[in-house]
């Protein structure tokens, strides 16, 4: 996965610009398709929020004919401008100045999402008889869209199915391309639900410099370390884009549906695409888009179009699905509801989310012992002080030690986590210590994927990757 308009003050004016324009075209067409009053309020809304946004950037209203003076638009880039202390969130792109990372709070006021918050994860753990996910505990699953709508259909016994998927960029993963993965197995062991993990090996040949070859083959590595995190085989399809559109007419009935209701000015307001980009990556979001409707997939569901999808996702990939939801009722089908996950920092800090393509930022799941010793030693940003002395007097800060946040991620045990926080912060613990303690969560971590890894077979990857008819119990 990668990742309509979505009124970030950290776009450019022109973005902006094009985000209003776009938007107003889609509440022209809910109002139009005689929309529910709660899509159109919630469009106006967004409107509004745009047009607040246009005029604290440029000092004056949003006017339709009148285009900012971007001396840049003249050319064919749309640059992403941020001031200094603002946050940059797209799907290609984490960027803060913060060493805390990103603000969450202001993120889901900015994308117009909800917080998962204690009644939530109260009515999670009601229906499921689990405990909670530490991910959920820790705020590490922070928003979400219409959950409370997938857990009233569950108690109802109505069915719902999971997606979530991966953009194979290289052959080997990092511990962050863990987490939605993580907590999407859980999904699937407490919910006992189907899950469809869409490897988008086309979008990766449409972005990066990759042959075709290339793509296709990380999606099959990939595959393997998604079903070593322990996956149903009898609930869970994992497909390729480059083969799966071929095989399954229904998908790409559902592809072409999307396309015809977005524009391209839609597009260009969502992503920032521009009149240089090729058209394959202008027409992906639809691609991307289609596996949140239960009929792109005839050979698990037939042909019912009324299951509604849940998507576990890091929030950078928001865009593709609040694009999605305007789509999903002009189509007749379910908006798909959404978790939202917190990013996995870089071993140099929260000012960005780990990299596969900085071997220094990223602990891959390939990452022998020693190497994991040696990455965390040398490179995991620290939230202590300069001197001993001066650790012990005034103690450290988690808020920016990320061998702490990686604790939060990776340590189940929340009363030992705690104690770390308390021990860290007071000075009792030193810097040393701390990341000793997080090697030694890592590497059986690792170690343990490792193996689980080495046994799927080329057969196995086969089996999650053909078409077929799921187990699961709806009515």
Known sequence: MA???????????????????????????????????????????????LKMSYKAS?????????????????????????????????????????AKGIDYDKLIVQFGSSKIDKELINRIERATGQRPHRFLRRG????????????????????FYLYTGRGPSSEAMHVGHLIPFIFTKWLQDVFDVPLVVQMSDDEKYLWKDLTLEQAHSYALENARDIIACGFDINKTFIFSDLEFMGQSPGFYKNVVKIQKHVTFNQVKGIFGFTDSDCIGKISFPAVQAAPSFSNSFPQIFQDRTDIQCLIPCAIDQDPYFRMTRDVAPRIGYPKPALLHSTFFPALQGAQTKMSASDPN???????????????????????GRDTVEEHRQFGGNCEV???????????????????????????????????????????????????RRKEVTEEMVKEFMTPRQLSFHFQ
Request: with cysteine; proline share 5%.
């Open 3 to 49: 990742d309509v308009p979505n009124g970030e003050p950290c776009a450019s004016p022109l973005e902006l610009f094009n985000s209003i324009a776009a938007q107003g075209e889609l509440v022209r067409s809910l109002k139009a398709g005689k929309a529910s009053k709660d899509e159109i309020d919630s469009a106006v809304k967004m409107l509004l929020s």
């Open 58 to 98: 440029m000092g004056e209203d949003y006017k339709a004919d009148c285009p900012p003076g971007n001396p840049e638009a003249k050319n064919n880039s749309v640059p992403h401008v941020t001031k200094a202390n603002e946050d940059f969130v797209d799907p290609w792109t984490v960027r803060t100045s913060s």
């Open 140 to 159: 590490i699953f922070f928003s979400h869209r219409d959950m409370n709508q997938v857990l009233d259909a569950y108690e109802n016994k109505k069915p």
């Open 361 to 383: 930022s990223s602990i891959f799941l390939t990452d022998t012992a020693k190497q994991i010793k040696s990455k965390v030693n040398k490179h995991a940003f620290s939230g």
């Open 401 to 451: 030690d990320v061998s702490f946040m990686y604790l939060t991620f990776f340590l189940e045990d929340d009363d030992k986590l705690e104690q770390i926080r308390k021990d860290y912060t007071s000075g009792a613990m030193l810097t040393g210590e701390l990341k000793k303690t997080l090697i030694e969560v890592l590497q059986p971590l690792i170690a343990e994927h490792q193996a």
